[in-house]
């Protein structure tokens, strides 16, 4: 199982970014029981939490992502999305997709950047 992460880039205070999570090497019945989430890990801090959704399409978020951003999955696509609305200079960070089964599969990361 593979998991790229792109959709990152360069955004101003109040912007908006999709990120999406494409699962390579896992076929459709295996992606639809994977658990997803979005984390993030901004320079000189811990890795964190953002959202997740399982594969019954259940969705947590973390109190700083509740109001401004939407976690989805497209099963059909086996991808995972994150749309960030009004982003915020503290949103920069690298964003990491991971799918859990029975290991977690990590993706490479993608750099989100707000300007003030």
């Known amino acids: 199982v593979q998991l790229q992460a792109y959709g990152g880039g360069f955004v101003q205070a109040g912007g908006s970014l999709r990120l999406s999570c494409a699962v390579a090497?896992?076929?459709?019945?295996?992606?639809?029981?994977?658990?997803m989430a979005w984390y993030r890990q901004a320079p000189g801090k811990e890795r964190e939490l953002v959202a997740s959704?399982?594969?019954?399409?259940?969705?947590e978020y973390a109190e700083s992502a509740k109001g401004r951003f939407t976690i989805s999955r497209d099963n059909s696509k086996k991808t995972m999305y994150l749309r960030m609305n009004s982003l915020k200079p503290e949103d920069t960070a690298v964003y990491y997709c991971?799918?859990?089964?029975?290991?977690?599969?990590w993706g490479q990361g993608t750099l989100v950047t707000v300007s003030s």
């Open positions: 090497r896992a076929i459709f019945s295996v992606f639809i029981s994977y658990d």
């Open positions: 991971k799918a859990k089964s029975s290991r977690d599969y």
């Open positions: 959704i399982t594969g019954a399409g259940v969705v």
